[in-house]
């Protein structure tokens, strides 16, 4: 049965980018280019990925993938990706990307028939995590945080949760990282 993973870098007082959807803050840490090998496990199990337009756009930018789509596989793989966006995007050649507009619940059954069991990915933003949540198909959330901050940015989850729906699974230290598992329960 697939699980629906929030899995996602944050600075240490909750911001995903800064005001400008870029992430160099990540990249800026030591190792911040790499998953290494849990997230090689992790994403074994995927079998699709979900990204609002904002990810899915400097993603696009930063590794210029209309220009490059050979270096798609490398973040994604050969899985089907959805992007939810109102605006027009490009396309990377060969990926199999499907853009959609309107709500996750309008969405659901299509993301959870393309993960064929296996585990679904919100890649970000914040607010696309949040709409999974607020539908109720959301499982597990997952941050590793990093040693930096930022004065304001897009926020790591903009919705009210409170413990009582959050149970913490696992901590693990990942080079400077610190990695956060919790299992998300029903309201």
Do not use: C
Request: no cysteine.
């Amino acid at each position: 049965m697939s699980r629906t993973i929030y899995l996602t870098a944050s600075t240490l007082n909750g911001f995903l980018a800064d005001e400008n959807d870029s992430l160099a803050w990540l990249f800026a840490v030591p190792g911040g280019d790499s998953g290494g090998e849990s997230f090689d496990r992790f994403l074994d199990g995927v079998g699709v990925l979900v990204q609002g337009s904002s990810t899915y756009a400097w993603v696009l930018a930063h590794e210029d993938l209309v220009a490059h789509p050979e270096k798609w596989p490398a973040y994604y793989g050969d899985r089907p990706t959805f992007v939810f966006t109102h605006r027009a995007l490009p396309r990377v050649p060969g990926a199999d990307i499907r853009f959609v507009s309107g709500s996750v619940a309008e969405h659901w059954e299509a993301i959870r028939d393309a993960a064929d069991g296996r585990d679904i990915w919100v890649v970000g933003g914040g607010d696309l995590a949040g709409q999974f949540l607020d539908a109720g198909h959301l499982d597990e959330i997952v941050v590793t945080f990093a040693p930096a901050a930022l004065v304001a940015g897009k926020p790591l989850l903009p919705r009210d949760l409170g413990a009582d729906r959050l149970t913490l699974i696992e901590v693990e230290q990942r080079g400077p990282f610190a990695e956060v598992r919790y299992r998300v329960s029903a309201p």
